[in-house]
């Protein structure tokens, strides 16, 4: 055997075996869950909670809280990241519940005392239970879906698929078959990987308000997604941008917690353009050497 045929042959072998591991590996490095014993007791300074199962229709359980607010104007249902278990996630919840809205926060498969396998359609109807059950007690006007990294691609797969008030996508990414190639360039990742997530398809089917959050400095998931995500529905996303905010401090800064409130607490106003400049345009240099 020509030795160049032997050394591609192991190159091959290789390529297949980082394959093979990439595939039955990726929810090990996709997700860092954090197991919580059954009786375990959830507890937030000044926060009254509620918790919940809910039973899925393979026999698992989603384990969730709804965190109350004094005055109830409506419902965030916040879809968290990639790690830990709502125990860490739940102080999160203040920052809604001050504003008089009330937050349902579960745990995704594997997490916390949820059960089950994690698969990407296993998550998505597990959430779509959960929000039909949402929608028997709240009118889909007051819910809003609040999806934070990892929970953003499912926050905006619910929003395809319903009406809810308004989607916040908090350092969301395009694909996550993107993010992944950012890091192994060299795999097939389209053919390996079974939590494609692709956000931007589905945000191409939400028909609700869109406001996206992300920090300029965000070195997982550049800041340059959220403004490729916010090009595909232009007229009914926002984007706030958080000067210096990284991919997991952006709850640091002052100016995060006013654009939240500015989102949740405002109604959107019809602005009348009639008499602006908006339809003037600049003169290009050609037609300026004409003149």
């Known amino acids: 055997m020509p030795n160049w045929l032997y050394i591609l042959l192991i190159i091959l072998s290789v390529y297949v075996l980082i394959s093979v591991l990439l595939y039955f590996l990726q929810d090990y490095f996709l997700f860092k869950p954090e197991k919580?014993?059954?009786d375990f007791q959830f507890h937030y300074d000044n926060q009254e909670i509620q918790e919940y199962n809910i039973e899925t229709r393979d026999g698992e359980t989603i384990n969730?809280?709804?965190?109350?607010?004094?005055q109830s104007k409506g419902l965030v249902f916040y879809l968290k990241g990639n790690s830990k278990s709502i125990k860490g996630w739940g102080k999160f919840a203040v920052d809604f519940t001050r504003h008089g809205y009330d937050v349902i926060m579960v745990d995704y498969r594997g997490f916390g005392k949820s059960t089950g396998?994690?698969?990407q359609k296993a998550v998505?109807?597990?959430?779509?239970?959960?929000y039909n059950k949402l929608k028997e007690k709240v009118s889909e006007r007051y819910i809003i879906l609040y999806g934070r990294s990892m929970g953003s691609g499912f926050a905006a797969k619910l929003a395809s698929?319903?009406?809810p008030r308004m989607l916040i996508l908090d350092a969301p990414y395009y694909s996550l078959s993107k993010v992944a190639k950012k890091f192994i360039p060299f795999m097939p990742l389209s053919l390996l990987i079974k939590f494609p997530m692709p956000?931007?398809?589905w945000l191409k089917y939400v028909n609700c308000p869109i406001h996206i959050i992300h920090g300029t400095?965000?070195?997982l998931i550049p800041y340059k997604t959220s403004v490729k995500l916010s090009k595909i529905k232009p007229e009914l996303s926002k984007l706030y941008t958080v000067i210096g905010g990284g991919h997991k401090d952006l709850n640091t800064f002052e100016s995060y917690h006013e654009m939240l409130a500015e989102i949740i607490t405002v109604r959107?106003?019809?602005?009348?353009?009639?008499?602006s400049s908006i339809n003037v345009k600049h003169a290009t240099r050609k037609s300026n050497a004409k003149a």
């Open 64 to 70: 969730g809280l709804h965190f109350k607010a004094k």
């Open 217 to 219: 400095d965000d070195r």
């Open 117 to 119: 396998r994690r698969t």
């Open 36 to 38: 919580l014993p059954k």
């Open 161 to 163: 698929m319903n009406n």
């Open 199 to 201: 956000t931007y398809k």
């Open 124 to 130: 998505k109807r597990d959430m779509q239970v959960i």
């Open 268 to 275: 959107p106003k019809k602005i009348n353009t009639e008499g």
